[in-house]
């Protein structure tokens, strides 16, 4: 038995010592330790570094104690705190290398030795767009085994952009008062600039792009380099009509890319809870675009953060983005809705300051605050019952007698309480730096009354994106949408709409259906163009 064990220290050993041959810089450690602080993990630290010392030259060590000047200097005041090649790289461990962090260790060091972030294409395409500073902590603890992969996502982000990038992991053992102060209960969690960015462990893609966009992300979107793509249909708009048209029109066949000036999901993404959408009872707006976006990239490229400027009509499209040229047989205009606006007094001046059209986005900054929501159909009562669940003291105000959304939502806001003025019209929305206060005037009445708020929220309707549809000169109906027929054409040949765009009930599951339908009549024109037989008859 004791030879066995012999035999297994050696080829440990062995390893080790392959291991570091491996490695080519040597890595400068700094430990600072207040003596009768922290003493078990100072000692927990000092004991596994002078083990690799032993097999290894490549790792020397340094101690300070935190009065120490260099302690001043590099604003280190927890004992212990570990500091990687300090000259090259911004990297601390608070706390000591323990139980499953003896993992992220040995690894930190391989990566910082060889100055390799050792990343994947797509996660060094984004960190190389960062331009400005992030300050990344990562809760971590020795008895969690998904810690390391948080961890060392932090270690390769910090080596492959030094200029911009810092690092701090912290140890909760060693550190309780830090993992309540941050609420870090469960690890590993990853804060960057004091923003919550992953809960668990992540995949390198999708820490890298939390890290940049500075909040969660469940989809990553690869980048593309490409100046032209060609395909059979260019989809503006990522919303489900857009999302929907994607996946049919390439299992189709069809060559499909969507392109989206904003954010994915259109109106969905803003929506705190959606409860008729099939075959979910109750799905946070966010998460269905998510589960969206995940299905439609299994078929199409997706192109988000990219506004078409010009599409340019012929035998084969020019669709001109902010970013590249598609040539294409077919364009979907699936543009959506934008916020309709109010035209009160103040609106625009108090615009982001207590003026909001998306509670989901904003609502969390009026949680005990007072708030009044303006707007009578089901958006407006969405958002009131959302802030009233966060705390937010919503008062609905809406110009008729009795509102317009569905009866489910109706029984909602009954059973909440929140109050409802009706007949009641915004005129001007007052404060100066910021919102304080709303006239209201009776349109029954015409009597006016001030009333003191915190914010507005706005939730009237939308208006629907058809600048490009004009461009194009696509024929509008009345009502400003765009004109088409039952196949989704629209006037002009080759161009097609979906989606709230095109007005109607506009629910996602109707938005998700018309892109269905479009991407279908799509393919079969294609195949058989229309606009060519009308040339020949
Ligand atoms: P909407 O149904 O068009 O309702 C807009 C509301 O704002 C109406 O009550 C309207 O008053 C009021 N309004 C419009 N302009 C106004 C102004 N200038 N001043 C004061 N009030 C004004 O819009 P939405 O609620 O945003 O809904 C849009 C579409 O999305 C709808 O088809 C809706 O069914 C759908 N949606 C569905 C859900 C869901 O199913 N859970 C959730 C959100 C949205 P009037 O009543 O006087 O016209």
Not at 443 to 472: C, H, K, M, Q, W
Request: with cysteine; aromatic share 6%; charged share 25%.
């Amino acid at each position: 038995m004791a030879e066995q064990n012999r035999l297994k220290e050696e080829d440990a050993q062995a390893q080790l010592q392959k291991f570091f041959a491996a490695i080519p810089r040597e890595i400068p450690l700094v430990l600072f330790c207040e003596p009768g602080k922290n003493e078990p993990f100072a000692e927990g630290a000092r004991q596994i570094i002078r083990a690799i010392r032993e097999i290894t030259d490549k790792v020397s060590l340094r101690e300070y104690t935190l009065d120490h000047a260099l302690a001043k200097e590099w604003g280190i005041s927890r004992s212990p705190t570990l500091v990687f090649a300090p000259e090259n790289f911004k990297i601390r461990w608070l706390g000591a290398p323990l139980g499953h962090e003896v993992q992220t260790f040995m690894e930190a060091l391989r990566i910082i030795g060889r100055q390799e972030p050792d990343l994947g294409k797509e996660a060094i395409k984004v960190l190389a767009k960062l331009d400005s500073p992030r300050a990344i902590k990562v809760f971590v603890s020795p008895s969690c085994p998904y810690c390391p992969q948080a961890a060392i996502n932090g270690i390769r982000a910090a080596v492959a952009r030094p200029d911009l990038i810092s690092l701090e992991l912290i140890d909760i053992q060693a550190n309780p008062d830090l993992a309540e102060q941050y609420a870090a209960q469960s690890v590993p969690q990853t804060f960057a600039n004091e923003t919550q960015i992953g809960l668990g462990a992540q995949p390198e893609e999708l820490f890298v792009a939390s890290l940049a966009a500075l909040e969660p992300q469940r989809v990553f979107i690869p980048d593309s380099d490409a100046e032209e793509i060609v395909c059979d249909l260019v989809i503006v708009g990522g919303g489900p009509a857009g999302l929907t048209a994607g996946i049919y029109a390439a299992r189709s066949g069809l060559q499909a890319v969507v392109v989206e000036k904003g954010v994915l999901g259109g109106q969905v993404a803003t929506t705190p809870m959606v409860e008729n959408y099939p075959g979910f009872t109750q799905v946070g707006g966010k998460t269905l675009v998510d589960i969206m976006v995940t299905h439609a990239l299994e078929y199409v490229k997706i192109f988000p953060g990219e506004e078409v400027q010009t599409i340019t009509p012929g035998e084969v499209f020019t669709v001109t983005t902010t970013r590249r040229r598609y040539k294409t047989r077919a364009v979907l205009l699936a543009t959506g809705a934008g916020y309709k606006r109010l035209g009160a007094p103040g609106e625009e001046r108090l615009a982001g300051r207590g003026i909001s059209y998306c509670s989901t986005c904003d609502g969390p900054l009026f949680t005990g605050k007072k708030v009044l929501m303006v707007g009578g159909g089901d958006s407006a009562v969405t958002e009131a019952l959302h802030l009233h669940n966060i705390g937010v003291g919503v008062t609905m105000v809406h110009r008729r007698e009795s509102l317009r959304a569905q009866e489910r939502l109706l029984v909602s806001l009954r059973e909440s309480g929140i109050p409802v003025l009706f007949n009641s019209e915004v005129v001007e929305i007052l404060g100066e730096a910021r919102v304080e206060a709303v006239r209201l005037k009776n349109n029954r009445t015409g009597e006016e009354s001030t009333l003191p708020v915190d914010g507005v929220f706005i939730a009237i309707g939308y208006s629907p994106a058809v600048e490009l549809a004009r461009s194009l000169g696509a024929e509008l109906t009345p009502d400003g949408y765009i004109k088409k027929d039952e196949r989704h054409r629209t006037t002009v040949p080759g161009v097609y709409s979906a989606g709230d765009v095109e007005g109607g009930f506009k629910q996602i599951v109707t938005a998700a259906g018309h892109g269905s339908e479009a991407a279908l009549a799509i393919f079969e024109d294609l195949i058989n163009p229309y606009w060519t037989n009308q040339k020949k008859r």
